[in-house]
C-alpha cells in the first residue's frame, strides 16, 4: 500500500478531528482571539449557570474541599517538581533510562504505555477538561468570585478548556482563597483518577475476568536492545506461560518467582514459541532487584466459550471497551492534573506560585522570582521531552 495512504488511514479519525477544528477555527475566527501566534482562544457562556447553581447548594462543602485542594496542591507541585529534575538527571546520568515524560496524543506510541486511540482520548479529555474547569469555576463562585466566561483552547495541537474568573476579584480574596481557587481543578483530576482506577479495579475489571481463562502475559516493546529479553531474542507478542519449568498463568505469578532471583542468575523462559535462557540485568531503580527490559506487559487469556458469541459476547466486548477506557481515563486524569500542578507560566501550579511568591517576597521581587522559576522549570520540561530524541538520535 502506498505509504501516504496508508498513514492517512492509520490516523484518518485524528486527521478528520484537527480539520473539523481548524474550519471551526476559521468560521468562528471573529470570537477566537490568538495569543503568540499558537494559542487560540474561544470565549464562551456555557455551564456558568451550572457553576452559580452547584456552587450556593454545596457551599460548604465546595469550600471545605477547596481548602483541602490547596494542601493537596502544593504537596502536588513540590513531589512532581522533583520528579521532573529527577527524572532529567536520570536522563544524563544513565543512558538506559527511559524518560518518564511524554506528549500524550492520540495514535501515537507512548513509551511504556502503548498506543492511546482516538475515541478513548476524545472522550477522556472531554470529561477532564469538564470536571477540571467546573471545578475551578464552582470554587470560585463559592468565594462570591465572578466567573465572566468558560471556553476551549487550542496550544499547538493540543486542545483544552479554561474557565475565565474576574482576575480583580480574584486578586481581592486572601491568598488561601485564591490557593484554593487555583488548586481545584488539579485537585478534581486526581480525585477523578482515583474515582477511575478504583471503579475499574473493584468493578469493571473483576467482571471481564470472571469471562476469560488466563494463559500468561505478553509484551509490546523492549525498553533496549541490549536487555535480557531482546538479547535471548523472545520477540514482542509471545505469549509468555512459564518460569523456571513453573506454569504461570499471569504477570503477577512470574514477578513472584522471580523475586526467588537475583541479577547475574540465568533462568528458563517458557512461551508459546520455545524456552530460552535468560540471564538477568540489574534493574537501573532498585539495587540488587533483576530486571527483564521488557515494557507494555499484558496478561494473556482466551475468552471462555459462552462469552464468544450473540449478546454475551457484545458484553464481554463493551465491558473490554470500558476498561480500555477507564485505563486511560485514570493515566490522561492524574496526568493532566499532576502537569497543572508545575510552576509553570499559564498553568495552576505557576498561579499558585506566583501567589505565593508575591506574598512572600512582594510583588515586584516575588514577580521576578516567579518568572525565573517558570523559565528554570519550562527548561527542565523541554529537556525532558527532548533529550530522549536527540540521544536516538546518535
Do not use: C
Amino acid at each position: 500500500m502506498n505509504p501516504i495512504l496508508s498513514f492517512l488511514l492509520k490516523f484518518k479519525f485524528i486527521i478528520i478531528f484537527y480539520l473539523v477544528v481548524i474550519i471551526l477555527l476559521i468560521w468562528k475566527r471573529k470570537k477566537v482571539q490568538t495569543q503568540a501566534k499558537i494559542i487560540f482562544l474561544y470565549r464562551m457562556k456555557w455551564g456558568l449557570k451550572w457553576m452559580d447553581k452547584y456552587a450556593n447548594k454545596y457551599r460548604e462543602w465546595v469550600i471545605l474541599l477547596g481548602y483541602i485542594g490547596v494542601g493537596a496542591g502544593f504537596v502536588g507541585l513540590v513531589a512532581i517538581s522533583v520528579i521532573l529534575i529527577k527524572n532529567l538527571v536520570d536522563l544524563f546520568v544513565s543512558p538506559e533510562a527511559v524518560s518518564g515524560v511524554s506528549l500524550v496524543l492520540p495514535g501515537v506510541n507512548i513509551p511504556g504505555l502503548g498506543v492511546l486511540p482516538f475515541w478513548y482520548w476524545i472522550l477522556a479529555i472531554f470529561v477532564i477538561a469538564t470536571v477540571h474547569e467546573f471545578a475551578h469555576g464552582i470554587v470560585a463562585r463559592a468565594h462570591n468570585v465572578k466567573v465572566k466566561n468558560t471556553g476551549i483552547v487550542l496550544f499547538g495541537p493540543i486542545i483544552g478548556a479554561f474557565v475565565e474568573p474576574d482576575e480583580k476579584q480574584l486578586m481581592k480574596q486572601n491568598d488561601i482563597k485564591q490557593y484554593s481557587i487555583l488548586a481545584a481543578g488539579a485537585f478534581s483530576n486526581v480525585i477523578l483518577a482515583i474515582f477511575a482506577i478504583l471503579l475499574l479495579n473493584l468493578a469493571f475489571m473483576p467482571l471481564q475476568q470472571g469471562m476469560v481463562e488466563p494463559t500468561g502475559f505478553t509484551f509490546n516493546e523492549y525498553v533496549a536492545d541490549n536487555l535480557p529479553f531482546a538479547k535471548a531474542g523472545i520477540q514482542p507478542g509471545e505469549v509468555i506461560t512459564a518460569i523456571n519449568g513453573k506454569q504461570v498463568n499471569d504477570f503477577q505469578g512470574f514477578a513472584e518467582e522471580l523475586t526467588f532471583n537475583r541479577p547475574g542468575d540465568t533462568i528458563q523462559v517458557t512461551t508459546t514459541e520455545g524456552i530460552y535462557p535468560i540471564t538477568l540485568a540489574e534493574n537501573p531503580d532498585v539495587e540488587g532487584k533483576s530486571f527483564l527490559g521488557i515494557q507494555q506487559i499484558e496478561n494473556s487469556f482466551d475468552v471462555k466459550e459462552k462469552y464468544q458469541t450473540g449478546a454475551a459476547n457484545f458484553g464481554y466486548n463493551l465491558l473490554d471497551w470500558i476498561n480500555g477506557f477507564l485505563k486511560w481515563l485514570f493515566i490522561l486524569s492524574l496526568g493532566i492534573g499532576l502537569f497543572n500542578l508545575l510552576p509553570l507560566p499559564l498553568v495552576d501550579g505557576g498561579r499558585m506560585a506566583q501567589v505565593f511568591l508575591h506574598k512572600l517576597k512582594g510583588k515586584k521581587k516575588g514577580e521576578n522570582w516567579y518568572r525565573r522559576i517558570g523559565f528554570f522549570f519550562l527548561a527542565v520540561l523541554l529537556l525532558n521531552l527532548l533529550f530522549p530524541l536527540f540521544v536516538g538520535m546518535f
